[in-house]
């Protein structure tokens, strides 16, 4: 074993666990303890990712006809605009920093918490209360700028709830800032003995890049939304063209958070995707340094492709080129990733247990919404797509086959770890091999649409795309099919589950040497870190 | 670790060596953040600046030169009591730790009312865009921007002040009852730190709005 710690205690259920070490919903709401928030959480996260999927699901329904039969424009643009907010800002960004970055970091490190445990409570307190922000929002009726607020018609037109959105997305913003700091400090302080950086866990070089991006961009965005704020409730003129501002100065603005947040939600998904396609191939990974430094790589020329939002906004044409380039440049170290975790399977002993399915999900899926970027990066064909379907499918490609795959994908891999309980395996596999023939069936016909010319946020459309967009529909209710099943297995598993035992996969790393789930310190003794991660060789040789 | 020092550290930290380093660096890694968050009001600013000079500079002679340098002057020296309060309570002087400190929340506390009654003037002379708003000059459209970020900026800044000025009285507070020491100076440092930073933001603003136009 990579590690020496003293034998474990596995007396079975009944050992002291983080779960059963305190009782009552005080114990939980007043917790700092890092695996205790990550279960709160999980379960905010899994709440507004139902509720967003519900507002695409309404969305899709209308859009089975061409016509407008289910709703009116304006309560379209509101359901679109909701789904996308929450899926963005209180699923997507929090959901595997808040969920296994909170759980697993301090584990893997080798720590007994993170740096601020209470500025870490903290930060699950500020992620409800924007929540509840943006639940008032819609029950007030909703807010119909789309998620990117677009000046002037968020601060001048709109006629709906734009502040108290504002509020939400400004808040939100603190709560990821707050668990970036955390983040970044653990990592460079509290890392056990022995484990330098090039020992860490990809997964923690992952969210230590994710990190800085929320420190350098959120604020950025902060600062926006103040001045939005401001000019929506006071009439200050600073994104009017009528007194003489400048929308475009806003775009630049959002864009400068808001496309390196999406590296935000890709790359902690990536740091997954390391973890468990080692695991399932029982070797090392391929190209250590090269997967961790394309992190970091990704994390600074994230920061200069911004203006690939505004080919068609008015930008200089010098500053498009430009901005085409980078654009090109920052998908060299995604590949980078795809031809390494591709070259880790390679003579690899596969495993073929849910998580790998997930994970080889992903890594398709991420593939194909990637390449499709790199169409939209140039800026000719760009105008073409622009504003269509086209780029409704890459993101979700993205954000949707990639992310919310890779989420799954850890969900099921550090399960046994949360919970001490494993689920039943068929159902696992049964249900990525479900969500990923339900992703393509919606999201391929969009492609289709898109290039042929069928605008984003229209939900009445020619009648020559209604085939197209029934497909999408149906694919939307399989996937949804798809996302229940775990959420129904899952908890099934925590009573009826057999019970996983510390290390289930066979996989190395801090995480799997203690219990499960882990006792309230994370280790009975602090760990000594002597070889290097992914160290399997190893530990095929001991066993 | 030397006797007396344990119960002063975490139970998550190794030892109290530690548990300093991090909260320094926890703090620096915040103020990245807060160079981030004027950095996009600044960035505004840079943009309008570029764009409308003349009407900048006019808007710019509307601001009170007298009132803004006497408040500069304040908060350099605030900054001064505040690095003294550091090494007063690194080398163990009490007394000298509460004076410092307590200097630093009064000067704090001169420059927001300066600032306060500066605003004041403002609304007497209808220069505040959306609420008051009467402007004489050749270029209202682009001095409403000026106000508009005038305001966005010296807000924030004021904002930072007045939670830096809240947390600053109750660490006054504690020292006064002896809770700080040479091994037990985290807080007092991290103040300093956030201190200097919230003045080193003004040390921006200061030229960028009222200097702009008087070279």
């Not at chain 1, 020992?199 to 990190?211: G, V």
């Not at chain 1, 499709?372 to 949707?400: I, K, N, R, S, W």
């Not at chain 2, 660096?25 to 950095?39: A, I, K, Q, R, S």
Request: proline share 4%; charged share 10%; hydrophobic share 50%.
């Amino acid at each position: 074993m990579a590690v020496t710690s003293p034998p474990l205690d596995l007396k079975g259920h009944d050992q002291e666990n983080y779960l059963n070490w305190a009782y009552g919903v005080k114990s939980w709401l007043l917790t700092t303890d890092h695996k205790r928030i990550a279960i709160l959480y999980l379960i905010s996260v899994t709440f507004f990712f139902f509720l967003g999927s519900l507002a695409a699901f309404v969305l899709r329904i209308d859009l089975m006809t061409p016509q407008a039969d289910l709703m009116t424009s304006d309560n379209y643009n509101r359901s679109f605009t909701i789904h996308g907010v929450i899926m963005v800002f209180l699923f997507l960004i929090p959901a595997i920093p808040g969920v296994f970055g909170n759980f697993l970091l301090p584990i893997m490190i080798g720590a007994k918490d993170l740096a601020f445990p209470k500025i870490n409570l903290g930060s699950w307190y500020v992620y409800i209360i924007s929540g509840m922000f943006i639940i008032a929002v819609v029950l007030w009726g909703g807010v119909d700028t789309g998620w990117t607020f677009y000046t002037p018609y968020s601060t001048t037109y709109a006629n709906s709830a734009v502040v108290l959105t504002v509020v939400g997305v400004f808040l939100v913003g603190f709560s990821s800032i707050m668990t970036a700091l955390n983040f970044i400090v653990t990592i460079h302080k509290m890392r056990a003995p022995g484990l330098t950086w090039f020992r860490l866990p990809l997964f923690i070089w992952a969210m230590y890049a994710t990190s800085i991006i929320i420190m350098l961009g959120t604020p950025v965005l902060s600062a926006t939304l103040i001045l939005v704020g401001l000019e929506r409730i006071l009439g200050m003129g600073i994104f009017n063209p009528a007194l003489g501002g400048d929308p475009v100065l806003f775009q630049h603005l959002f864009w400068f958070y808001s496309h390196p947040a999406v590296y935000i939600m890709v790359l902690p998904a990536m740091g997954v995707a390391s973890e468990l396609i080692t695991c399932f191939s029982r070797k090392r990974v391929f190209g250590y340094k090269f997967i961790a430094m394309s992190s970091m790589a990704i994390a600074l020329i994230g920061f200069l492709v911004w203006g690939h939002h505004m080919f068609v906004s008015g930008q200089s044409v010098y500053a498009g080129i430009v901005f085409s380039l980078l654009t090109f440049a920052v998908a060299i170290p995604s590949a980078i990733k795809v031809f390494n975790w591709t070259a880790t399977l390679y003579k690899g002993t596969i495993h073929l247990q849910t998580p790998m399915f997930y994970v080889l999900g992903f890594i398709g899926l991420f593939t194909i919404g990637g390449l499709t970027g790199l169409f939209l990066g140039a800026l000719a064909t760009d105008v073409h797509v622009h504003d269509t379907y086209f780029v409704v499918a890459h993101f979700h490609y993205v954000m949707v086959g990639a992310t919310v795959m890779a989420y799954l994908g850890a969900l099921h891999f550090w399960w046994p770890k949360m919970t001490g309980r494993m689920y039943p395996e068929a159902l696992g596999i049964l249900s990525a091999v479900i969500i990923f023939i339900g992703f393509n069936l919606t999201f391929m016909p969009q492609f289709i649409m898109g290039y042929v010319g069928m605008p984003r946020r229209y939900h009445v459309y020619p009648d020559e795309f209604q085939a197209l967009h029934v497909a999408s529909t149906l694919g939307s209710t399989v996937l949804g099919i798809g996302y229940i099943l775990p959420l129904c297995y899952l908890i099934w598993s925590l009573r009826f589950g057999k019970e996983a035992g510390p290390n289930p996969w066979g996989a190395v790393g801090l995480e799997w040497t203690t219990s499960s789930p882990p006792i309230h310190t994370n280790f009975e003794v602090t760990p000594v870190v002597t070889t290097e991660a992914y160290d399997y060789e190893n530990l095929e040789e001991e066993v | 670790m030397a006797h007396g020092e344990s119960s002063l550290v975490a139970p998550y930290f190794r030892d109290i060596e530690q548990q300093r380093e991090t909260n320094t660096l926890g703090m620096w890694v915040f103020l990245v953040t807060e160079v981030m968050l004027f950095g996009g009001i600044f960035m505004a600013y840079a943009v309008y600046f570029y764009n409308y000079p003349e009407a900048f500079g006019e808007a710019g002679r509307e601001l009170d030169i007298v009132l803004s340098s006497v408040n500069t002057f304040v908060l350099l020296c605030s900054s001064l009591t505040m690095a003294l309060a550091v090494w007063a309570c690194q080398s163990n002087k009490q007394k000298l730790l509460v004076i410092f400190l307590t200097s630093t929340l009064v000067l704090g506390s001169i420059f927001l009312g300066i600032k306060g009654f500066e605003y004041y003037e403002k609304y007497e002379k209808a220069l505040i865009p959306g609420i008051n708003w009467h402007y004489e000059g050749e270029f209202p459209d682009e001095a409403q921007i000026f106000f508009s970020l005038y305001f966005a900026a010296t807000g924030l800044h004021a904002t930072h002040m007045i939670i830096g000025g809240t947390v600053l009285a109750i660490i006054t507070m504690k020292a006064m009852r002896g809770f700080y020491s040479a091994v037990n100076f985290d807080t007092i440092e991290i103040m300093g730190l956030y201190w200097h930073f919230v003045d080193i933001a003004w040390v921006f603003i200061f030229p960028l709005f009222y200097l702009i136009e008087r070279y």
